[in-house]
């Protein structure tokens, strides 16, 4: 009896032993019969960051969804790898994709959290991290885990561990928006792989249990002690000695936070800039996912040079109209230290420079302020440091010089102060009072030859205002278009010795629109006045007599063709820069006259590579036939052909370029003569002295200033009673720029075009004159048109008195002198 029941509780054992692996065949080939093939690893394209690189290399910014650097195997770090498997998977190198003792260890260990009612942690292997990561999802489920580790067996019979390595490692999230080992290596320590300490990459591999829970700003002492467990793993795998991981160990844990877009300093406006163009070009999913390769046309020197010399050039106009008072306030009385702690964090209460701190005002010292910083130091202001704040009145002007410092501020004010030490000649440990301009302006330099911008700066900071001044503002150019007028001139038989009237003009503006009477900033005249004269006094009456004469229909071309404008209308106003544009487009068109009258693109790129390194834009479209022929066998050196559109006769150009000398030498520009290099430029102001330019250049380099507010209105007056203009705002802006750019270059004259000819003429009447002889100029001629060789344009004058205005009478003393150099303006239209 006992035999029969034996035999068939065997029997029905079997039978459920059957039916059981039945049932597991049946779920296996259910859970199984869709896995992803493991060939897809092999095609592996993850996103990968965007980086902006100046011309020398530097990063300037960086841009991605998901930050990552891929990093091949063969360059990652032995160090690394052994940090990583010893974290998170010791027995890597010897296992076939699962680990049977590491299940055995975590299934005992997950019974106890089970219990807990904690979620079970698993054994995953790196390899199964990788199939889980790339091919499956994270769910909780015992299902996944079987497809997990099937998948895991297929890849390492599939792959070579290091690659199954580097998978792992450019695809594990490490926090801080950081994909893979290289993104988190620059991240956290501002270091390439090859660079990091024992200490370093044991934090790194610490990290992909719980990024968060691991944040060493958050939760340091967590950080630093899983950290620690990583080495002694390290250690008992034989890959550091007892000395080394004891050393590591007692290691501080330092970690910094690299935030994405810009990376440079004071880079902020190009870089934006260049991520505009680069987002209209590949679309976001090209500039954030793609991992573009961009190599900026930036000089990281001149970029500095123009920054200074911009906010160098804002804060001396802030400081000649005034102090506006403090903007913020805290009590003295309670814990200002962490409530100034809190404004400095503030992004909207950023001066952008990093010299500048916040302080409080404690109270006086005789003449000095005494403040308090954040960190809880104090200081002094004396009262060098706050003499030039007179207070603002209306309209730009400003009051009497402060004796005592309660005229000044009261305690509780929070102010920007600089210390003095980095202000040249300043007095060490004492402090400076600042203030953000409420004036703003741009700066942009350029290759004249090529269209490369090798400087950009859209304000004064771009804490303080995003708005990109130098290629978003529209503002009225003034004066500095004058040179596109007299380009037409001089194409249209006009020589820089030919005269125009310099006397009141009245133009009939048509029906009920009245008349037009433009106006000199000095108001008065110089009577018959030769061209060069004219554009390096600036006199507008003259220009807009000029332009008159000529045609508007010759010289809107000009302008166009120039780039300063896509279409202009033909009114006569606008040959006095009345039209809006922006600082790029006048920039580009004064380097096609240095450069000899050819077509150029700004551009701020000049290469685009995709992530494998092929090059999918170039700003230089030349072809170099030969230029990459492996060896020389007697050819000839390739040459590269110039396929620059000629847009001018090139002795106009050149013509020009010398009038705009004079404008230096003798002109409203004479203060950026300080360079004491050949420069050339052209001062401008618009109505009301709302905008003020200077543009202008060297024979290697152009540049332009802008300065003006955002809600336009007026400038004001300078400190001699004057107007503000371009020849006391900008013109300081770019000779501070072009005296540093120019600094380490010899002299360098412009570059004559051929068939000019050099006559030496009389400066004020424009006759011949033999050199040497006082008042005696040499001017640029095209061959053939010096005086004497062509007069009839010259003897073909208007009477005088055919310029007044109807029923007025002749202006005093035509022939006045010269007024002195200052920019002059229309007195209505600009």
Not at 211 to 217: C, E, I, K, Q, S
Not at 328 to 347: E, F, Q, S, V
Not at 615 to 629: A, L, S
Request: net charge neutral; glycine share 10%; hydrophobic share 35%.
């Amino acid at each position: 009896m006992l035999s029969r029941v034996l035999k068939y509780f065997g029997l029905a054992m079997a039978a459920l032993a059957v039916v059981a692996i039945g049932a597991l065949g049946v779920y296996l080939v259910t859970i199984t019969r869709d896995l992803p093939s493991v060939q897809k690893l092999k095609d592996y394209n993850p996103p990968i960051t965007t980086r902006v690189y100046a011309g020398n290399g530097t990063v300037l910014g960086e841009y991605a969804r998901q930050r990552r650097i891929f990093i091949p195997a063969a360059f990652i770090p032995k160090l690394v790898k052994e940090a990583f498997t010893s974290a998170e998977d010791r027995n890597f190198y010897t296992h076939p994709g699962i680990d049977p003792s590491g299940i055995l260890r975590a299934a005992i260990k997950d019974v106890g959290l089970v219990l807990q009612g904690r979620r079970p942690q698993g054994a995953s292997t790196i390899t199964q991290q990788v199939a889980r990561n790339f091919l499956l999802n994270s769910d909780v489920k015992f299902s996944r885990k079987i497809r997990e580790a099937i998948l895991a067996v297929r890849i390492d019979a599939t792959y070579p561990k290091d690659k199954v390595l580097e998978l792992y490692l450019n695809e594990i999230y490490l926090g801080e928006n950081c994909y893979g080992i290289g993104a988190a290596s620059l991240n956290y320590f501002g270091k390439s792989l090859d660079e990091l300490d024992i200490a370093e990459v044991a934090f790194l591999a610490a990290l992909p249990k719980g990024p968060a829970n691991y944040d060493p700003r958050r939760y340091h002492d967590a950080a630093v002690t899983r950290r620690n467990w990583v080495i002694d793993q390290m250690n008992d795998n034989g890959y550091i000695t007892d000395e080394q991981a004891a050393a590591a160990k007692a290691e501080p844990l330092v970690t910094q936070t690299r935030p994405l877009g810009s990376q440079g300093a004071d880079v902020d406006y190009y870089v934006e800039e260049v991520r505009r163009l680069l987002i209209n070009k590949y679309h976001y999913d090209g500039l954030y996912d793609s991992g573009l390769q961009v190599r900026a046309s930036l000089d990281t020197r001149l970029q500095n040079y123009a920054v200074s010399a911009l906010r160098a050039g804002l804060v001396r106009y802030d400081r000649r109209h005034g102090w506006r008072g403090a903007k913020l306030h805290t009590d003295i009385n309670g814990d200002w230290k962490a409530a100034l702690a809190k404004m400095a964090r503030d992004p909207n209460r950023q001066s952008g420079i990093e010299s500048w701190r916040l302080a409080a005002v404690l109270g006086y010292a005789g003449k000095s302020i005494k403040i308090g910083l954040s960190d809880g130091s104090t200081g002094l202001i004396d009262y060098d440091g706050y003499k030039w704040a007179k207070p603002e009145l209306a309209n730009q002007r400003w009051g009497a010089t402060p004796t005592k410092p309660d005229q000044v501020v009261k305690p509780g004010d929070v102010v920007f102060v600089e210390p003095m030490d980095k202000v040249d000649g300043g007095k060490a440990g004492a402090f400076g009072l600042r203030q953000i301009p409420e004036v703003n302006g741009a700066i942009v330099a350029m290759d004249p030859h090529t269209g490369r911008v090798l400087a950009l700066s859209g304000g004064f900071s771009y804490a303080s205002s995003q708005f990109d001044r130098a290629m978003q503002a529209m503002r009225q150019p003034g004066s500095s278009f004058k040179p596109f007028v007299y380009a037409a001139a001089l194409d249209n038989g006009y020589t820089p010795a030919s005269k125009v009237l310099d006397a009141p003009f009245v133009k009939d503006m048509g029906p009920g629109q009245g008349v037009w009477r433009p106006e000199n900033f000095e108001h008065e005249f110089l009577g018959p006045t030769t061209l060069r004269r004219g554009i390096e006094m600036s006199r507008n009456v003259m220009t807009v007599r000029l332009a008159d004469e000529v045609g508007m229909d010759k010289i809107v071309p000009y302008a166009v063709r120039f780039g300063v404008y896509d279409k202009m209308t033909p009114y006569l106003s606008n040959a006095l820069g009345s039209a809006e544009t922006t600082l790029l487009r006048v920039v580009t068109g004064y380097s096609e006259f240095v450069n000899g009258g050819k077509k150029i693109e700004p551009s701020l790129i000049d290469r685009i590579q995709d992530r494998n390194g092929r090059t999918i834009w170039r700003h230089d479209t030349r072809k170099c036939e030969g230029c990459n022929d492996a060896s020389w066998h007697g050819q000839e050196e390739p040459l590269l052909t110039d396929n620059r559109e000629q847009i001018i006769d090139p002795r106009t150009a050149y013509q020009i370029v010398s009038m705009l000398e004079g404008v230096v030498q003798r002109g409203t520009g004479r203060s950026v003569l300080a360079v004491g290099k050949p420069v050339a430029g052209k001062t401008g102001t618009s109505q009301d002295a709302q905008s003020v330019w200077f543009v202008g250049f060297s024979p290697d380099l152009a540049a332009g200033v802008y300065v003006g507010f955002d809600n336009p209105r007026t400038l004001g007056r300078y400190v001699n009673g004057s107007e503000e203009q371009g020849a006391t705002v900008a013109a300081p802006i770019f000779r501070d720029f072009m005296k540093a750019a120019l600094a380490d270059q010899p002299p360098t004259p412009f570059r004559v075009a051929p068939g000019i000819e050099q006559v030496s003429i009389d400066y004020k009447s424009g006759q011949p004159e033999p050199p040497g002889t006082p008042g005696a100029i040499m001017e640029a001629f095209k061959a053939g048109s010096a005086p004497g060789e062509n007069d009839d344009l010259m003897n073909d004058m208007t009477p005088v008195s055919n310029y007044y205005p109807p029923g007025g009478n002749p202006p005093p003393n035509l022939n006045a002198p010269p007024p002195a150099a200052v920019e002059q303006g229309t007195g209505g239209l600009y």
